[in-house]
Nanobody, 130 residues
Framework: EVQVVESGGGLVQAGGSLRLSCSTS????????IGWIRQAPGKEPEGIVC????????YYGHSVKGRFTVSSDNVKNTMYLQLDGLKPEDTAVYYC???????????????????????WGQGTQVTVSS
């Protein structure tokens, strides 16, 4: 059974930082593209970053590039997301998700294309106050 569990969300002031963790079991990072999706109230889910199972590279969405940094520990099957320079518009539920390794990064970062597939965590709330 695959399990995906996020942690580390919270309330932070604008300009602050948070570190999210995604702990997985039942899957291997090398066989999946794994990353972070966020969804703000009333909006479609937005792909923000993924690590491709095909080439091991990180791919970022435009809205977070330069502010968020992803890393992973393939031995622990855990992914981390460092959120720096947070803005009120970053407020959302952040989900860790895993898809097929052969998916193009652009597919993973467009979650409306596959949100009923793959493996998803329960999400962690990030709230940024102004």
């Amino acid at each position: 059974e695959v399990q995906v569990v996020e942690s580390g969300g919270g309330l932070v002031q604008a300009g602050g930082s948070l570190r999210l963790s995604c702990s997985t079991s039942g899957l291997t990072f090398e066989e999946h593209t794994i990353g972070w999706i966020r969804q703000a109230p009333g909006k479609e889910p937005e792909g923000i970053v993924c690590i491709s199972g095909s080439d091991g590279r990180a791919y970022y969405g435009h809205s977070v590039k330069g502010r968020f940094t992803v890393s992973s520990d393939n031995v622990k099957n855990t992914m981390y997301l460092q959120l720096d320079g947070l803005k009120p518009e970053d407020t959302a539920v952040y989900y860790c998700a895993a898809g097929e390794a052969q998916w193009a990064p652009g597919v993973f970062l467009t979650p409306v294309l596959w949100k009923s597939q793959g493996y998803w965590g329960q999400g962690t709330q990030v709230t940024v106050s102004s």
